[in-house]
């Protein structure tokens, strides 16, 4: 197809941010929720280390879509 300007992959990139953002902040207030307070610091490196899985594979998919 065509191929993306430089403002829409910008845009994309801060929408997607913003989405893991927005998730990491629905996961901490449902873990707060379930824990009656706050998560101990290993439950937050946890969540930490999902959302650098979810960059790894992000970027990953753009190689991809590069390639094609």
Do not use: C
């Amino acid at each position: 197809m065509y191929r993306r300007s430089k403002f829409q992959a910008v845009l994309l990139e801060i929408r997607q941010e913003m989405a893991r953002e927005a998730d990491f902040d629905v996961d901490l207030f449902t873990e707060m929720i379930r824990s009656s307070g706050f998560s101990s610091i290993h439950e937050e490196h946890r969540i930490s280390d999902q959302l650098e899985q979810l960059s790894a594979d992000e970027e990953e998919n753009a190689e991809d879509e590069n390639r094609l």
